[in-house]
């Protein structure tokens, strides 16, 4: 069955046998190859060639969660500083490269990691290759630059925080309010006196300890043979020194035992809002994949138990916001976690009479099993949310979780096994994931209040 | 670990030292050999009720995107019916008369997806992306709701009081108030001037002017179906002929093309305390059908529509005033604008017009190199390609062509009439096109730090 199935994707032009396999129920699997350099850098392979276009992404295992405790939003303004020159590549001149070769770029700070990708057409490996190299092995950059990009990262944080109603909430709010550990609960975009107070001595420092061969990994996805880009791959990268590993932090969360309430004043809105989150189950364990589905039953979709119960027959918001790791999704972490719902609503409702809402339907999956189509409906979107993962975005999707899992778990080849991992899950086992996980002791409620 | 150390000093000191050692670097290497793009091919066909559809087989996910585009919009709506239109798409969401709104929900979401209705300028779209085995059930599905919505008026109410606290909401957002105000500066009384409705005006709609508007505007005559993915096309095909093929022809399409103005003055919107001004800076320009338009994209790409653009090199890279600054030409139908916006931090909101005005006058001075512009020519190409290696990004390119009446030879000669545009030609795109004396600037922010920092720049009105 697997190996028709397997045929039929990759073998064979899709569209000429749809026909034949389009009754079956869809499966979906990438070809992984993985390998480590001895400088410790890990690199993970994965051809795909419905377009002449190459994804390469270089993912670094340093987030914000254990940036310096006197330098909150440290790892993301180093994150600016990866773009303002290396070697033989000076200021803009990296972002000037990608695009003269018809790409584009980015980069970005999250709990685990710090990546930085490039989507080039395929021909173009090697040069950016090349240029991710050049800045693994150094950067070259001046005060001047420092200032600038804390220039720029202050109005970033303005922009999406300081001048923007509910800018923050609840995804910068709410892990500090749920959280005990620093390394867990502090700002990530970072107060400004602490972007203001970072020096060029910070900035060497960081990239000493954690921009190193050993503490990243390199995914490449798209139209390219694996032979090839692996030997490109040792011809840039595998003479950069490795670093001395770092003792990993302890980043624990404690088991919440009581319900904590929280609100703030957000003096730019003018309708209140409120967030609920619980902490998630250990990553990888069976009640996480669980969670992951009983996230798909009470919020994922105009379907989902919270949006029936808030908007259609309650009528006290026009929608809920929510998920696993607000900024990015269930796989790309390494950590504790929270699952988080949001929902704006009118000065006239109270936050306590939308719990009450919300407890219900809490309170109907921690009794009742799932029933099996609800159950088989979580599955589904599941398998067709992870299949986008999987080839969306040009393959940055299927980049993202080939290096995240490469860093966390040693083993990209991970991306083929969720799906099983999902269709494992049991009624019985949500309903044990929710007894324990949706329990009220396990949650923390924000409330924002509009105006001053 | 002290190779390293060794290594970033090192580093550092060759960019202090100077153009010597400049001299020294490494040459990014070219790469291999360009591979082939071609667009991927499509398949359209003509219901006698004159229905289109095209179906693009695209990729290798098992997953199927439908988006069917019906042409009403808020181009629809008369001067007290701004959001009727989006109504209109909620009420539809809310039942079939044959399928309650729960069951809608959930039949979508057993194949993976979700029903969206969303409303713009122009179009309507409804849309879904699920699992390829569930294509034909999508598009019955988005057939049923699209013909029969039950339009329940036990929905009204609640549905008005989400609009009314979005409204709300909306206008607290300094971005959603200065474009507001920018778009009833160009369009005066043209719908396309009126982004909010008041919240009086929300709450006269009825049920019955819902239904009429969707009597008014909807029919298989002004509808097109795309369709893009992993899917068998004969079953597509066949999906979508038995779901449509009853169905009226309906109203023909109405079109009412704007004639936006724009004059050099500055609409100041005080928001006290802001810790940024948000800036709207722009004025009407050649729409898609236009043979100025790909030179008015390259221009665009060069002056401020990429990270390596001048606006952002300037105030971004060099300067620090911003972080997302961006240009932009924003299309309706037989219309469009050129637009610069950026918040900038309030204490520099002065130097931040300075510098963005010195930069279109610079492109209009004199023409930039042939390498600059090769370089933006490269992104547009390389973009292109991107923005045709997805099966929704397919839709929304053939959509264009279809919203525009442009046939494929837009796509077929994009890269070619990017690669032909001269520097002689960016510069006279520039003077024609992006003319600094007539751009409408609106700000938001703090009018007490600011008024004097902009009043240079123009006669400020509040």
């Given at each position: 069955m697997r190996l028709t199935k397997l045929i039929c994707l990759f073998a064979v032009p899709a569209f000429l046998l749809v026909s034949s396999c389009a009754r079956q129920e869809s499966k979906f699997s990438v070809p992984v190859a993985y390998h480590k350099l001895d400088n410790g850098l890990k690199v993970a392979l994965s051809q795909d060639k419905t377009a002449p276009t190459v994804v390469v992404a270089v993912y670094y295992n340093i987030g914000f969660r254990i940036e310096p405790k006197d330098r909150t939003g440290f790892a993301h303004l180093f994150e600016h500083m990866m773009?303002?020159?290396s070697a033989n590549l000076g200021k803009m001149e990296f972002i000037r490269l990608v695009q003269e070769n018809g790409g584009v770029l980015n980069g970005s700070t999250r709990f685990d990691f710090t990546n930085y990708f490039e989507i080039l057409p395929a021909h173009k490996l090697e040069t950016a290759l090349w240029a991710e190299a050049d800045r693994m092995r150094g950067l070259a950059i001046t005060q001047d630059n420092l200032t600038n990009q804390q220039g720029v990262v202050k109005n970033e944080v303005k922009v999406n925080?300081?001048?923007?109603?509910?800018?923050?909430?609840?995804?910068?709010?709410m892990p500090q309010y749920a959280n005990e550990n620093w390394f867990n609960s502090h700002n990530f975009y970072g107060d400004l006196n602490d972007l203001d107070a970072a020096t060029l001595e910070d900035v060497q420092s960081f990239f000493l300890t954690y921009y190193a061969p050993n503490n990243a990994a390199v995914a490449i996805v798209g139209d390219f043979e694996p032979v090839e880009a692996l030997a490109l791959v040792k011809k840039y990268f595998g003479d950069l020194p490795s670093a001395e590993r770092q003792e990993p932090a302890d980043i624990s969360e404690p088991r919440q035992e009581n319900e904590k309430k929280f609100n703030k004043t957000d003096k730019l809105a003018n309708r209140p809002a409120l967030a609920f989150a619980y902490h998630m189950p250990e990553r990888n364990s069976p009640e996480y994949y669980a969670m992951g589905l009983l996230d798909q039953i009470l919020v994922q979709g105009e379907d989902s138990k919270l949006h029936q119960a808030l908007v259609k027959k309650a009528g006290l918001t026009g929608g809920v916001n929510g998920g696993i790791n607000l900024l990015g999704n269930m796989f790309n972490y390494n950590g504790p976690m929270l699952w988080t719902a949001s929902l704006f609503h009118d000065s006239n409702v109270t936050a306590d009479s939308i719990m009450a809402v919300v407890d219900e339907v809490i309170e109907e999956v921690r009794t009742n099993q799932v029933d099996q189509k609800t159950l088989k409906r979580a599955l589904v979107k599941m398998r067709s949310g992870l299949y986008d993962d999987l080839g969306g975005f040009f393959g940055a999707g299927r980049a993202d979780l080939l290096a995240s899992f490469a860093l966390f778990d040693d083993n990209p080849a991970r991306i083929n096994s969720l799906e099983d991992e999902f269709r494992k899950v049991t009624a019985e086992l949500i309903l044990q994931t929710a007894q324990e996980h949706l329990r009220p002791g396990n949650r923390t409620v924000l409330e924002l209040k509009a105006g001053s | 670990m002290q190779n390293r150390v060794i290594l970033v000093f090192f580093c550092l000191s060759l960019v202090l030292s100077g153009t010597s050692a400049l001299a020294q670097k490494e040459t990014p290497p070219e790469g291999g050999e360009p591979k082939d793009f071609t667009l991927p091919q499509k398949q359209s066909f003509v219901l006698n009720n004159g229905l289109k559809a095209t179906l693009v087989p695209y990729g290798v996910l098992p997953k199927v995107y439908v988006r069917i585009i019906v042409?009403?919009?808020?181009?629809?709506?008369?001067?007290?019916?701004?959001w009727l239109a989006d109504l209109t798409g909620d009420l539809m969401k809310e039942g079939t008369q044959s399928l309650g709104a729960e069951e809608v929900a959930q039949q979508a979401a057993a194949m993976g997806g979700e029903v969206n209705i969303s409303v713009g300028q122009d179009r309507t779209n409804i849309s879904g992306d699920v699992l390829s085995e569930s294509g034909p059930d999508l598009v019955k599905l988005l057939g049923n709701i699209i013909q029969n919505?039950?339009?329940?008026?036990?929905e009204v109410e609640r549905l008005k009081t989400d609009m009314v606290r979005q409204l709300s909401i909306e206008k607290t957002q300094p971005q959603s108030i200065a474009l507001e105000k920018f778009r009833k500066v160009l369009y005066?009384?043209?719908?396309?001037?009126?982004v909010f409705p008041t919240e009086e005006m929300l709450k006269k709609y009825t049920h019955d002017r819902v239904a009429a508007f969707y009597k008014a505007n909807f029919g298989a005559a002004r509808t097109q179906v795309f369709i893009s993915g992993r899917f068998d096309a004969r079953k597509m095909e066949s999906a979508v002929r038995q779901t449509f093929r009853d169905w009226d022809a309906g109203p023909e399409a109405i079109t009412k093309t704007p004639s936006p103005k724009s004059e050099r003055v500055i609409y100041l919107i005080d928001r006290p305390g802001a810790a940024q001004s948000t800036l709207y800076i722009g004025l009407p320009v050649i729409d898609p059908s236009h043979e100025d338009y790909v030179s008015l994209q390259v221009t665009n790409s060069l002056l401020g529509?990429?990270?390596?653009s001048r606006i952002t090199s300037n105030i971004r890279e060099d300067k620090g005033y911003t972080y997302s600054p961006y240009s932009q030409v924003s299309s309706r139908y037989r219309d469009a604008y050129w637009l610069q916006v950026a918040d900038v931090t309030t204490g520099v909101t002065g130097p931040s017009l300075r510098e963005i005005f010195y930069e279109i006058d610079r492109l209009q001075d004199e023409p930039p190199s042939a390498a600059e512009l090769n370089g933006i020519q490269n992104y547009l190409a390389g973009t292109f390609v991107l923005r045709n290696s997805s099966r929704t990004g397919i839709v929304g390119q053939l959509a264009f062509l279809d919203l525009h009446g442009l046939d494929d030879s837009y796509l077929t000669e994009y890269v070619k009439n990017v690669h032909a545009v001269t520097p002689a030609e960016v510069r006279e795109t520039g003077r024609k096109y992006i003319r600094d004396d007539e751009m409408t600037i609106v700000i938001a922010g703090d009018k007490e730090k600011i008024y004097r920092q902009i009043s240079n720049y123009g006669r400020v009105v509040e």
């Open positions: 773009f303002q020159g925080v300081i001048n923007q109603p509910y800018g923050g909430f609840p995804w910068l709010d | 042409r009403v919009g808020n181009v629809n709506e008369a001067a007290d019916e701004v919505p039950l339009l329940p008026e036990s005066a009384d043209h719908p396309y001037g009126r529509g990429s990270f390596t």
